[in-house]
């Protein structure tokens, strides 16, 4: 069977498609692996995209049980990863707007709103040295966040599969079921409009710019932005985009924005929550039993 995208999982691993003959003929196992290989992607996607980790969560477990819903739709004449991943972004770009979408309206409210933003020192108070870097990190990360909201949802989309985990446009145009044409350019004006906030503002991308993230970690805190206490990017266990990116550290081009591009695919690829052992919980009902003969 042709295959039009890229696999994330290991070479050995069985194929999507097996896995859905398995799962189709009652093979719980099947149908858990082959949720299980999609769920992290499929979440940080959303998290990018909605920027809340609750949120996030609810519309990947929404997305898996449409995908399990539907398996016997998917007749392989796309990849299997094609097709979920299409059902997947329908159900993200329609959701009703996140908490951080409607606190955000565009460059020039973000902008205004880092300006107002005081520059501070974060001071002892914030516990140890290493404690005050991971916070700084947090606030440097939930900063370019901050950014990609600055784009209406379907762009800000188009960004983080062309540009920071580094579909084609062939395979990005599939998954969204838009052209080729379109999908290019919706990815080029996000990364001209990115990179035109960012030149002007960022310390990361020119340290002549005023803007310093250890500067506005304070304010970061103080306004719910970061939270101490749950640090959404940050932590001990991650692994980076660049690691199972399909592309490797291959890019687009040679544009001003790659500088920004850099900072967005360095950021970590967050571990999801067990969302399918949630689903299988659902599917557990009397509603859902026979579904695919889930023990």
């Not at 082959?34 to 996607?45: D, E, F, G, P, S």
């Not at 707007?97 to 108070?125: N, W």
């Not at 306004?223 to 640090?231: Q, R």
Request: charged letters at 25%; a positive charge.
């Amino acid at each position: 069977m042709k295959r039009t995208t890229r696999h994330i999982c290991h070479q050995g691993e069985a194929a999507d498609e097996h896995l859905v003959a398995l799962a189709l003929a009652g093979d719980s196992a099947a149908l858990n692996r082959l949720l299980r290989r999609h769920q992290a992607w499929l979440y940080n996607v959303a998290l990018r995209v909605l920027q809340q980790p609750q949120d996030a969560e609810e519309a990947t477990q929404e997305s898996l049980l449409k995908i399990v819903t539907h398996l016997s739709a998917f007749r392989g004449d796309s990849a299997f990863r094609t097709w979920a991943y299409r059902i997947a972004f329908n159900l993200l770009l329609e959701r009703k707007r996140s908490r951080p979408e409607l606190l955000v309206h565009g460059f020039d409210c973000y902008a205004d709103y880092l300006a107002k933003a005081a520059d501070e020192d974060l001071g002892a108070g914030y516990g140890s040295e290493p404690e005050r870097r991971l916070l700084v990190e947090e606030a440097r990360l939930g900063c370019m966040m901050g950014m990609l909201l600055c784009l209406e949802r379907g762009q800000r989309l188009v960004f983080v599969l062309g540009e920071i985990f580094e579909l084609s446009d062939t395979v990005g145009s599939q998954v969204l079921d838009i052209g080729k044409d379109n999908f290019r350019q919706r990815l080029s004006r996000a990364r001209q409009e990115l990179s035109a906030f960012m030149q002007g503002r960022c310390g990361l991308v020119d340290p002549r710019n005023p803007c310093r993230c250890a500067r506005k970690t304070r304010a970061f805190v103080r306004d719910g932005v970061v939270d101490p206490a749950h640090l959404v990017f940050v932590g001990a266990h991650y692994a980076r985009i660049r690691d199972i990116s399909a592309q490797g550290h291959e890019t687009f081009g040679r544009l001003v924005a790659d500088a920004n591009t850099a900072l967005y695919r360095d950021h970590p690829f967050v571990d999801a929550p067990d969302l399918v052992a949630r689903l299988r919980r659902t599917l557990a009902g009397d509603g859902f039993r026979s579904l695919l003969q889930l023990n």
